[in-house]
């Protein structure tokens, strides 16, 4: 870890410079845009079995309908990429073709689409459409179809499905306190605010796409592997996204119809997917089976711990959630058994969603590694002081930075955490027995390929651009701030503009890595026109040789060093050239590599249950977070309690409902999908290490967007079990699965 460096802009709780843009309507989400043609409106019409074939579909009717311009089906669809295919370009730019053929691959699949003028007439025209099917024999249910499971090719946020070290056997059979136990996780969906969209125009050969996408990149490839064209013939624009969490890193099948369609039509299409169809043409988190089992010395020492996992991977779509992950770097332990298991099941795209890997990880490892410190007797947080590791338990590896002890005792402090072992049900309010816990955080931080461009024009304005996107996060801001502190220019004096791939090329929103690797693209972009200035201005003026570029600003359009100040126009002028320059590109490197990298967190909760009812409520939060430098105060405190209330949902409320006798999703809007709401979340207290951390990248930060959900589930839970002295091990906690187990009072 290193020292801070000393900064006027990095770090400050800049208001959003979105901001005014969102709260006036200003900002065009996807299906905002309006183009000079006025766009055609599709609405998707779902297959009503989850594995089959589409053997008779009737159009005659909707076809007729008011307003309908075109019915299309696997008997008109054009010709597309077999799905799937070229397999190189990643899930994400991978075909994504949609009505290829009478195959239905999961329920909820499009079998045909209609476009008409408004939306009333397309949803009418769908509800006209027969469909006959013939059934198959279909997977839906993983855990029925365990003798099927393998081990995932890749895995998302581990390398291998399987870790071994040391004889976890031996060891295990060897320790003198023992845990076993088995836990459940749901499904889940990402639910964010802004649905799937897209509006899809054509000019010739030439696509256009709207597209609420994270990643622009791959969105292109998506279309152009799909549609077979020219990738230089595809611009995906999305300068602002309604919350992604995963669910918008690739493309889905709105998009691919409304591109379709459009050229058919030769006019613009678009469509929004209503709140049901997300819910199957979205993606979702797969429920999940965990087994853990630990072994831990009689004095509290971890010596083995075996996580195995089984979960459904939807045919043809390959992720596979590495939930044993935050098991591999949270403590030490000499044995260590890691199996990752999924069954290739008919249902809806499984895929990423807010911290794959960690979110339902710790909920169970983090539960797990409570119960037994309890059974050793020792206070929860001596137990994981206790076991930290030096280098990273599975790997070996040496730590970039470690600093999780630091964060749970910072923890402790903020929420007043009394030490001693847990004595469920001791403490009550009238019928409300109150409990206590805490749980770590953890989350890899990551860093991916980005580059950015700057323009200092001579009036001493700067243009940023690359094609990132903002969820909601707070990209825009941070840009700015970074190209001001690297410029000494004001805020106000910088445009920064994302969204579109005819800017250049960055990894987009996603794995928490945006921040970093974009943020450090756009700095040395603006480094570039920094040292040229100070160059060219050398070679005007002999005053400024040897000037240290990190005092450099830029004021009124001038170029200011302590006591000196020059035209920005007389260099430009000097030089021939309207703007000055300058291109940042960053990868992961070595550090990257060789070292394991981690955001860290110390979370604790305070939950009351109702003695009668088993009701529970959340009545305070509190975490210590570290995620190095803090790129703006304000933005990342939102970050990490966004965060920690997609925590306490995933411990208490969120969890999509299959029909397994059709692959169906049955809880399919925010009526019955439930997530937290506002009377759900208590005080939530936030302290920020702000440390820095070079081998991350050179702006010190780290990843910060997924750490606040890693650890707040469990910290919840173990407060469920203080409180009442029973642990469910499945989530989220029903308050009828407390009824039967809740201590007489
Ligand atoms: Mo994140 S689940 O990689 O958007």
Redesign the pocket.
């Given at each position: 870890m290193n020292d801070q460096p000393t900064t006027k802009w990095i770090g400050q709780p800049l208001d959003r410079v979105d901001g005014p843009a969102k709260v006036t309507g200003a900002a065009t989400y996807s299906a905002d845009y309006r183009g000079d043609q006025q766009a055609a409106i599709g609405f998707i019409v779902e297959a009503t079995i989850g594995s089959g074939k589409v053997s008779q579909i009737e159009t005659a009717d909707a076809e007729a309908a008011d307003g309908v311009h075109l019915v299309m089906t696997h008997q008109n669809a054009p010709e597309q990429a077999p799905f799937g295919d070229n397999a190189d370009a990643g899930r994400f730019g991978m075909s994504h073709a949609v009505l290829q053929n009478d195959e239905v691959r999961y329920y909820g699949a499009p079998v045909a689409f209609i476009v008409a003028d408004t939306l009333e007439q397309a949803r009418h025209a769908a509800g006209l459409i027969k469909v006959t099917y013939q059934a198959d024999g279909s997977v839906f249910d993983a855990f029925e179809h365990e003798d099927d499971a393998f081990a995932p090719d890749s895995l998302d946020g581990a390398e291998e499905a399987d870790v071994d070290k040391g004889d976890f056997d031996a060891v295990f059979a060897e320790s003198a306190e023992t845990l076993d136990a088995t836990f459940h996780t749901a499904a889940q969906h990402?639910a964010a605010m802004e649905p799937h969209a897209t509006v899809a125009e054509w000019d010739g050969d030439k696509l256009t796409v709207h597209i609420a996408v994270?990643i622009l990149s791959s969105a292109r490839k998506a279309f152009a592997n799909t549609l077979k064209i020219d990738p230089a013939n595809v611009r995906i624009v999305t300068p602002f996204v309604g919350g992604?969490?995963?669910?918008?890193?690739g493309v889905h099948s709105e998009g691919v119809l409304a591109a379709l369609a459009a050229r058919k039509l030769q006019r613009p299409v678009r469509i929004a997917q209503t709140r049901r169809h997300v819910f199957s043409n979205g993606p979702h988190r797969t429920n999940h089976r965990q087994r853990i089992r630990l072994g831990a010395s009689a004095d509290g020492k971890l010596l083995s711990v075996a996580h195995e996992t089984l979960g459904a991977m939807s045919r043809d779509y390959p992720f596979a959630e590495a939930a044993a992950s935050p098991t591999m770097a949270s403590y030490a332990a000499e044995a260590m058994k890691i199996r990752h298991r999924v069954v290739a099941a008919n249902i809806p795209h499984v895929d990423?969603?807010?911290?794959?890997g960690e979110a339902i990880g710790t909920l169970t490892y983090e539960s797990a590694i409570d119960e037994l410190a309890v059974q050793c007797g020792i206070d929860p947080l001596e137990f994981r002081l206790k076991n930290e590791p030096e280098q990273e338990p599975a790997s070996g590896k040496e730590f970039s930075t470690r600093t999780l002890a630091r964060c749970l005792r910072e923890g402790a402090e903020l929420f007043g955490w009394e030490k001693g072992p847990v004595k469920p049900g001791a403490s009550r309010e009238g019928r409300l027995l109150i409990g206590r816990g805490l749980a770590t955080a953890i989350r890899p931080n990551m860093m991916q390929p980005a580059e950015a461009a700057a323009e200092l024009d001579r009036d001493g304005r700067l243009s940023v651009e690359l094609d990132m996107t903002d969820?909601g996060t707070g990209t825009y801001t941070i840009l700015t701030q970074i190209a001001a502190e690297t410029l000494g220019l004001d805020p106000n004096a910088i445009a920064v503009r994302l969204g579109d791939t005819d800017y250049p090329k960055t990894c987009g929103?996603?794995?928490?890595f945006g921040a970093g690797s974009t943020g450090t693209a756009v700095s040395k972009a603006c480094a570039l026109i920094r040292d040229t200035i100070i160059e060219r201005a050398a070679r005007l003026d002999s005053d400024w040789a040897g000037v240290n570029s990190g005092d450099l600003r830029i004021e009124n359009g001038n170029a200011v060093v302590a006591g000196r100040s020059l035209a920005l126009g007389s260099i430009l002028d000097a030089i021939g050239g309207d703007s000055f320059k300058g291109k940042g590109q960053v990868e992961p490197g070595k550090a990257h590599e060789d070292l394991a990298q981690y955001s860290y967190g110390g979370v604790f909760a305070e939950v009351s249950v109702n003695a009668d009812t088993g009701e529970i409520r959340v009545r305070r939060l509190a975490g210590a977070f570290d995620a190095g430098r803090i790129l703006n105060e304000k933005t990342a405190r939102s970050q990490l309690m966004g965060g920690m209330i997609f925590g306490l949902g995933a411990a208490l409320m969120e969890e999509s409902l299959m029909d397994m006798r059709f692959g169906s999703f049955m809880n399919r809007d925010l009526a019955e999908y439930h997530i937290a709401v506002n009377r759900d979340v208590p005080r939530l207290e936030v302290k920020m290490l702000d440390t820095f951390d070079q081998n991350s990248n050179p702006l010190g930060s780290k990843g910060i967007?997924?750490l606040g959900i890693c650890g707040t589930g469990p910290a919840i839970a173990n407060a469920v079990y203080a409180a009442t002295g029973y642990r469910t091990r499945k989530f989220p906690i029903h308050l009828e699965d407390l009824l039967d187990h809740l201590p007489a009072l």
């Open positions: 990402a994270q992604g969490f995963g669910s918008k890193l990423s969603m807010r911290a794959p969820i929103s996603g794995g928490s967007g997924e």
